[in-house]
Structure formats: structure tokens, C-alpha cells
């Protein structure tokens, strides 16, 4: 009896090894395809998560980050849970006592924050082509696009998850109400201790370019976030204009930055 047991484990055993290896040759298959590919914030959920990848028409060598990242797969449908206790602060406004410093470095977006959604996410670079976008972070482009205050669009995309643009995909994609964030107030710190506000006026879903934002000539931003599975073809594009630029304290503008590799 002990025999039959101990031959019967280890063919169980085999028989998962064995599943395993077809599962990673699939895993493989799939990260060669997508890589191939250019995408923008791509998620991936349930029935209504969020994933796709936007078709740019600019060549990948015109952007820093060397192509559109993809963005998300799997666990990226939408939840009442709360934003994680590690991502920055919210808050929408600059310290009373904002006491800017010294700051000589390249300008980049550090920080943004949509109050009225609930959003407050650390900014960070797109990562690298072939590398999955990052959670817990929003992620910005790179040339031809640009940073607050350069007459040029800035462009920020995260997964449609809770704690990331999941509030942006609900109302979207689940409520179908996206007009209910037109006039809303979107605060973008800065590195160089700025708070630049801007209203959005503009919900586009089902989008497949970038080329608006790149033709913009004007300060702009531009969020996005994804609409379906992998797969999905399309993605939200938020507009906003800008309202006001203020100094900010340092602190506020300079978030620590907690990247979660997922995928």
C-alpha cells in the first residue's frame, strides 16, 4: 500500500511538473508577443478590469522610454478596496507654509492627485520597452511628450486598478458616466517644488493613438488608463488645461516612491 502511494506521488508530481513547464512556455509566448507590440497603460481584470495596448503612429526611438510600455494584466478590475497606506498623502492643496528649496535638476512631474477621485500616486518614469509597467505608481512619458509648464502635453498613465486610475475606469467603463469628471480639479507636483493645477474638460474613451497629445503646442496633461482585458482594443484618455501654478512645499512635491513590480 505504502508502495502504491509513493508511486502514484511522484507521478502526481510529474504530471504538475510537466503542466508547469507547458504553463511558463505559454507565459513565455505571450511577454514575446506583447513585447513586440507598442502599447499604452494596459490591465488586465475579470469581465471589466483593464488592459490594451494603444496603437502609436511615432516611431518607439522618438519616445525616452524607447517604446509604450504595456500596462497591466490580471487583478486589475476595479475594487472598493482602499488606496494602499504606502502611497503618498492625499491632499490637493500646497502647505500654507510652503517653504520651496533650491532645486537645479531636470523638471519632471513627481506627484499627482485628483481629489475629487480619490487619486494621489508618486510619478515615475515609464520603465524600459519590454519591462510590465509598474503598480502603485503612475508613470509618465518621455519625448516627444513633455512636463508641466513646456508648452507640450504631459502624459501619465497607470493600471485601472483601486489605489491606481481604477476610479477613472469606473466611471467610465462600469458607471458609463464620464462626463462626471469634466471640471474637476487635477493637482501635478513638480521636482522643482510646484503645484501645477489643471481642470479636465475632456473624456475620450476607446482611444487608439497618442497623436493629440503629441500634436498638442500647449501645456496640457493627459491621463490614461486601460478598459478591458488584454486584448481590449482602446483606451481612456482624460484631458485637462491648466488653471494655476503655485509653489509648493517640499515635501508635497517630492513623494517617496514605491514601485510594486507586478504583472
Known amino acids: 500500500m505504502r508502495g502504491y502511494h509513493s508511486g502514484s506521488m511522484a507521478s502526481h508530481a ?10 511558463a ?31 502609436v503612429s511615432i516611431a ?12 497591466p494584466s490580471a ?6 478596496s482602499p488606496v494602499p497606506s504606502d502611497s503618498p498623502a492625499a491632499s490637493a492643496s500646497p502647505s500654507p507654509t510652503a517653504s520651496p528649496k533650491p532645486y537645479h535638476g531636470p ?10 477621485l480619490g487619486i494621489d500616486l508618486a510619478i515615475t518614469k515609464s520603465p524600459p520597452a519590454g519591462v510590465y509597467p509598474y503598480c502603485n505608481v503612475a508613470m509618465a512619458f518621455g519625448s516627444p511628450l513633455g512636463q508641466p509648464g513646456q508648452n507640450r502635453a504631459t502624459y501619465l498613465f497607470a493600471h485601472a486598478r483601486a489605489g491606481m486610475f481604477g476610479p477613472i475606469y469606473e466611471l467610465v467603463m462600469v458607471q458609463r458616466t464620464p462626463k462626471k469628471m469634466v471640471g474637476m480639479l487635477v493637482d501635478v507636483y513638480t521636482s522643482d517644488s510646484k503645484l501645477h493645477v489643471y481642470k479636465i474638460t475632456k473624456v475620450l474613451p476607446h482611444q487608439l493613438t497618442l497623436n493629440a497629445a503629441v500634436a498638442s503646442r500647449h501645456d496640457q496633461l493627459w491621463l490614461q488608463t486601460s478598459e478591458g482585458p488584454h486584448g481590449t482594443p482602446g483606451k481612456t484618455q482624460v484631458v485637462a488645461e491648466p488653471v494655476s501654478v503655485s509653489a509648493a512645499d517640499y515635501a508635497e512635491s517630492h513623494p517617496k516612491v514605491r514601485i510594486v513590480r507586478c504583472g
Open 14 to 23: 510529474r504530471t504538475r511538473s510537466i503542466a508547469a513547464l507547458g504553463i
Open 60 to 71: 518607439p526611438s522618438a519616445l525616452d522610454s524607447g517604446s509604450l510600455a504595456p500596462l
Open 25 to 55: 512556455l505559454v507565459a513565455v509566448a505571450i511577454v514575446a508577443t506583447v513585447g513586440a507590440n507598442l502599447a499604452g497603460a494596459e490591465p488586465s481584470p475579470s469581465p471589466s478590469a483593464s488592459s490594451v495596448a494603444v496603437v
Open 107 to 116: 523638471l519632471v512631474a513627481t506627484r499627482v492627485v485628483v481629489p475629487g
Open 75 to 80: 487583478s486589475d478590475v476595479p475594487s472598493d
